[in-house]
Nanobody
Framework: QVQLVESGGGLVQPGGSLRLSCAAS????????MGWYRQAPAKQRENVAI??????HYADFVKGRFTISRDNARNTVYLQMNSLKPEDTAVYYC???????????????WGQGTQVTISS
């Protein structure tokens, strides 16, 4: 069984910073990619940033403000969010594309989500 657990959300003023963490645990053989998505009320879930073994990719609306990084030894992905805006308010979800150790099947996993609220 594989589990993704996020942490680091909260309430911050505009212009502030937050750092999200997501740790993958369980029967993991390998991780192809990890990423962050977000969903604001009444909106579709959208990609924020993805990191693979070779590259990183960002949505245009976070370029220059957010940085995704990964600790392969801990199966953990981070999202450093700076210069936060009210429109960044959303539930942020961690995602991992990984192969399970027992079956070697590649599957898509999601965390439970962490609320990020930007407000003065």
């Amino acid at each position: 069984q594989v589990q993704l657990v996020e942490s680091g959300g909260g309430l911050v003023q505009p212009g502030g910073s937050l750092r999200l963490s997501c740790a993958a645990s369980g029967s993991i053989f390998s991780i192809s990619a990890m990423g962050w998505y977000r969903q604001a009320p009444a909106k579709q879930r959208e990609n924020v940033a993805i990191i693979t073994n070779a590259s990183t990719h960002y949505a245009d609306f976070v370029k220059g403000r957010f940085t995704i990084s990964r600790d392969n030894a801990r199966n953990t992905v981070y999202l450093q969010m700076n210069s936060l805006k009210p429109e960044d308010t959303a539930v942020y979800y961690c995602n991992a594309v990984l192969a399970e150790a027992t079956t070697r099947r590649v599957r898509n996993y999601w965390g439970q989500g962490t609320q990020v609220t930007i407000s003065s």
